[in-house]
């Protein structure tokens, strides 16, 4: 065993977070799963486990990677290694009734198979405290409505990468408003061809430039939605 | 720039192009004769950061009013722009490429449309991408450091498409290896430069 080898398990919690952050920065998917169970085994709650170690360390990634220090592959190592810690924690925390901000329901629309940034966001949404429900790739509208019914979710998030498929949101929300179902929902528009305009011309709710973009502007819409209600 | 410089440019044509077009707008200029055809190219790896594309074209642009060009076609679909590069464009009085990206037009807008809908789970090759698969590829993905990346990359799809510019046995041998590596099925369609060649033939023409 190398001489500066750190033993996760001899680390106090705080400097055992400190070093959770530093390991989901540098892609470390076993670390973080020992980091996590040590956690856990410490009597963390599996929300704050999630919260304070992993969403934080993804926080980071995030600006980096918005600030151009860190790129795709960097951030798909880290995000691997989120998704193996949130393996661990998602039964404990459907078990401990973790808060729950909303419900969200997101794809990739139809012609258009990529899937990063959509599982990067249902990812951090879900780590901000967001139910997800995601139906992957390729939608059609019909799956969108059926699954929007079925699940009654709040949100809505549609995902393109290709600029030959991104008109298919305006497909879907327009569908949704000759149902009379469009306004029951927030919708959500993201990925790299997209823009403010785009989403507006569409009538979506919001665009969202990346995952951390994407939850607060979740967050933003969900609370301005329970102000109405409360106001009705 | 002496007067005299940008006067000999007036009639002819630049094309402002993808550094991923430029060997082949060469040959169509050999092939065509097309002496007053110029090309200066963007750097290729825009692509990875399209949002930076149409601020590279205008600047591309007003240098080439500066040096007298008259008559500027951009050598780019919309590729992955969202529309903004036509934003600038129009604003421009430049024309582009009609299509959404190489891949259309090298097969002709015609038959890529018609086979879109079966083509979703292809992933497109060219000469271009064929000769620069490690550094254009393998290397901004990460996947000579991380090959267990490839799944996250490419999980999705199912084959590999080389849209042949050129028939050359070599860059078919490179292309079915590198659709191997990555598990992928392989297909080779010979589309010969498709589109381009009316494009820059056209604009020749017009200036």
Same mark, same amino acid.
């Given at each position: 065993?190398?001489?500066?080898? /750190?033993?996760?398990? +001899?680390?106090?919690?705080?400097?055992?977070?400190?070093?959770?952050?530093?390991?989901?920065?540098?892609?470390?998917?076993?670390?973080?799963?020992?980091? %996590?169970?040590?956690?856990?085994?410490?009597?963390?709650?599996?929300?704050?486990?999630? %919260?304070?170690?992993?969403?934080?360390?993804?926080?980071?990634?995030?600006?980096?990677?918005?600030?151009?220090?860190?790129?795709?592959?960097?951030?798909?190592?880290?995000?691997?290694?989120?998704?193996?810690?949130?393996?661990?924690?998602?039964?404990?925390?459907?078990?401990?009734?973790?808060?729950?901000?909303?419900?969200?329901?997101?794809?990739?629309?139809?012609?258009?198979?990529?899937? /990063?940034?959509?599982?990067?966001?249902?990812?951090?949404?879900?780590?901000?405290?967001? +139910?997800? /429900?995601?139906?992957?790739?390729?939608?059609?509208?019909?799956?969108?409505? +059926?699954?929007?019914?079925?699940?009654?979710?709040?949100?809505?998030?549609?995902?393109?990468?290709?600029? %030959?498929?991104?008109?298919?949101?305006?497909?879907?929300?327009?569908?949704?408003?000759?149902?009379?179902?469009?306004?029951?929902?927030?919708?959500?528009?993201?990925?790299?061809?997209?823009?403010?305009?785009?989403?507006?011309?569409?009538?979506?709710?919001?665009?969202?430039?990346?995952?951390?973009?994407?939850?607060?502007?979740?967050?933003?819409?969900?609370?301005?939605?329970?102000?109405?209600?409360?106001?009705? | 720039?002496?007067?005299?410089?940008?006067?000999?440019?007036?009639?002819?044509?630049?094309?402002?192009?993808?550094?991923?077009?430029?060997?082949?707008?060469?040959?169509?200029?050999?092939?065509?004769?097309?002496?007053?055809?110029?090309?200066?190219?963007?750097?290729?790896?825009?692509?990875?950061?399209?949002? @930076?594309?149409?601020?590279?074209?205008?600047?591309?642009?007003? @240098?080439?009013?500066?040096?007298?060009? @008259?008559?500027?076609?951009?050598?780019?679909?919309?590729?992955?722009?969202?529309?903004?590069?036509?934003?600038?464009?129009?604003?421009?009085?430049?024309?582009?490429?009609?299509?959404?990206?190489?891949?259309?037009?090298?097969?002709?807008?015609?038959?890529?449309?018609?086979?879109?809908?079966?083509?979703?789970?292809?992933?497109?090759?060219?000469?271009?991408?064929?000769?620069?698969?490690?550094?254009?590829?393998?290397?901004?993905?990460?996947?000579?450091?991380?090959?267990?990346?490839?799944?996250?990359?490419?999980?999705?799809?199912?084959?590999?498409?080389?849209?042949?510019?050129?028939?050359?046995?070599?860059? *078919?041998?490179?292309?079915?290896?590198?659709?191997?590596?990555?598990?992928?099925?392989?297909?080779?369609?010979?589309?010969?430069?498709? *589109?381009?060649?009316?494009?820059?033939?056209?604009?020749?023409?017009?200036?």
């Amino acid at each position: 065993m190398a001489d500066d080898e /750190i033993i996760l398990s +001899e680390l106090s919690d705080d400097d055992l977070v400190a070093q959770m952050h530093n390991d989901l920065y540098d892609g470390l998917k076993d670390e973080i799963e020992e980091g %996590t169970r040590i956690l856990l085994a410490r009597g963390w709650t599996p929300y704050d486990v999630l %919260t304070k170690a992993l969403v934080e360390g993804m926080r980071i990634v995030g600006i980096d990677f918005r600030d151009g220090i860190l790129f795709v592959p960097e951030v798909l190592l880290s995000a691997n290694a989120m998704k193996a810690g949130m393996a661990i924690l998602r039964p404990l925390l459907a078990q401990t009734g973790a808060p729950k901000l909303g419900k969200m329901l997101i794809g990739t629309v139809k012609g258009d198979i990529h899937d /990063i940034g959509k599982n990067l966001v249902g990812m951090m949404m879900e780590g901000a405290g967001f +139910e997800v /429900i995601d139906i992957g790739i390729n939608n059609p509208v019909e799956k969108y409505l +059926e699954a929007l019914e079925a699940e009654k979710a709040d949100i809505l998030g549609m995902s393109a990468l290709l600029t %030959t498929t991104m008109p298919y949101m305006k497909v879907v929300i327009d569908a949704m408003k000759e149902k009379g179902i469009r306004d029951d929902y927030i919708v959500l528009v993201g990925g790299a061809p997209l823009n403010e305009e785009f989403s507006k011309a569409v009538g979506a709710d919001g665009y969202c430039r990346d995952a951390a973009v994407a939850v607060e502007t979740a967050r933003e819409l969900m609370r301005r939605k329970h102000n109405q209600l409360n106001q009705a | 720039m002496s007067e005299s410089e940008t006067d000999g440019n007036a009639g002819r044509l630049l094309v402002i192009a993808c550094g991923m077009l430029a060997r082949e707008i060469l040959a169509i200029r050999r092939r065509g004769q097309l002496h007053h055809v110029d090309i200066t190219c963007i750097p290729a790896q825009l692509h990875f950061e399209p949002e @930076k594309l149409p601020g590279a074209m205008q600047r591309a642009i007003r @240098k080439a009013k500066a040096r007298g060009y @008259k008559t500027i076609l951009a050598g780019y679909g919309d590729c992955g722009t969202g529309g903004r590069l036509d934003a600038v464009l129009t604003a421009e009085g430049v024309q582009r490429i009609s299509g959404p990206h190489c891949f259309a037009f090298y097969q002709g807008m015609d038959a890529f449309a018609a086979r879109e809908a079966d083509d979703v789970t292809s992933f497109y090759f060219t000469d271009f991408l064929v000769r620069n698969f490690r550094t254009f590829f393998v290397e901004p993905l990460g996947l000579d450091r991380h090959p267990e990346l490839i799944d996250d990359y490419f999980g999705h799809y199912e084959r590999i498409v080389y849209l042949a510019q050129t028939d050359d046995p070599e860059l *078919d041998h490179r292309a079915r290896t590198a659709a191997a590596w990555l598990g992928l099925a392989y297909e080779r369609r010979l589309t010969g430069y498709g *589109d381009l060649e009316a494009a820059v033939r056209g604009a020749a023409g017009r200036s």
